[in-house]
């Protein structure tokens, strides 16, 4: 997603917040503003902004405990939400995951669908969420640990994966940058879900 925004057309200021200094080589030369920050007490007065995407997330096993898992999954992405809209932005791109209910009986998907549900209210005219299946991606690139989930989804599914139903196929993490970004830029009002059938190839549309 940063990649795709520092080498858009705009000419504008692209602020990153993270928990600790990016290891990926570095884009976007002086446009991109990169932020250390503890997300269970952000700073006030966050620099002002138009857009907010929100890319937050772990597993159970990596927070290592449901409480922890909850406080990324949930608090830190509804606060950087928060957070953003005080900033003046009009406009907010979360990912999500596929599953997400509020009502559901695992965890994981409850507590992405509690978080859907507390972004929708926070006064964005245009909110899009991205609901993607197993993302595939370089994670090891971005200083992220391997989810042998989705190593293993993608190896046994390679073969026959013409013949997944989109709607449940691993996706690229491009493809899902390429539709939240393009969502954002047409800027409908009120949510939008983009299902991960929706987003399949939005990459190569771009």
Do not use: C
Request: aromatic fraction near 4%; charged fraction near 20%; charge should be positive.
């Amino acid at each position: 997603m940063l990649q795709r925004l520092s080498a858009g057309g705009s000419d504008g200021r692209v602020d990153v917040l993270v928990r600790r200094p990016r290891s990926s080589p570095a884009v976007g030369g002086d446009r991109i503003h990169t932020h250390v920050v503890d997300f269970a007490a952000l700073p006030a007065g966050l620099p002002a902004t138009d857009d907010v995407y929100i890319a937050l997330g772990t597993t159970i096993k990596a927070a290592g405990s449901e409480a922890a898992f909850r406080a990324v999954d949930f608090d830190a992405v509804v606060a950087v939400a928060r957070a953003g809209r005080a900033a003046g932005a009009t406009r907010l791109a979360v990912v999500s995951a596929l599953g997400a209910d509020s009502g559901s009986r695992v965890l994981y998907n409850r507590v992405k669908g509690d978080m859907e549900a507390a972004i929708a209210d926070l006064g964005y005219g245009s909110v899009a969420i991205a609901q993607p299946s197993l993302l595939m991606g370089d994670r090891a690139a971005l200083g992220q640990p391997l989810r042998s989930g989705e190593v293993w989804a993608t190896r046994l599914l390679s073969p026959v994966m013409r013949f997944v139903p989109a709607g449940i196929r691993p996706i690229a993490a491009a493809d899902v940058a390429a539709a939240l970004i393009a969502a954002a830029a047409e800027a409908k009002s009120g949510v939008r879900i983009l299902s991960s059938a929706v987003m399949q190839g939005a990459s190569r549309r771009r």
